[in-house]
């Protein structure tokens, strides 16, 4: 029995199963409130989110070692077929920019917002690096050339 006949027989409602295209969300720390906005925005582009905030909340509550989070994170950068920048540039975030360049998926960067309307898209230089992070402009121009270079 085919799941269409199966919704029929059993009065359900048979969604696609016509897979989307994955794309990771790479965004701070200090954007977590934004995490619904960000997969809404993504979906509405006909996309699958996976996004860690929502995936393990922020580091589980430090329930767990933040290396295994951040390893559970790049093994769904592998998995994805793209990865999305939303917001400032952090640590982390510079880290998922580089091993998404190496593993050769596509990478697309956005001004954040609270509100998925009004998220837009940029380049990656038009996006601010975190003051913590403490970068020259030299170090900033370095990464921009590594993250963008073909």
Known sequence: MDIQSAAEQFNFRASSTEPLPIVFTAQSKAFFYCKGAVCEFVFRQNRLPVNPFMAFGYFLGDRVDRDLVQRANNQLISMCGELWVFGDIANGVMFEILLAKRLGKPIRCFIISAKSSEITEVALKDLRFESEM???????????????DD
Do not use: G, K, M, N
Not at 134 to 146: G, N
């Open 134 to 148: 403490a970068l020259t402009q030299e170090q900033i121009d370095a990464f921009l050339r590594l993250a963008t």
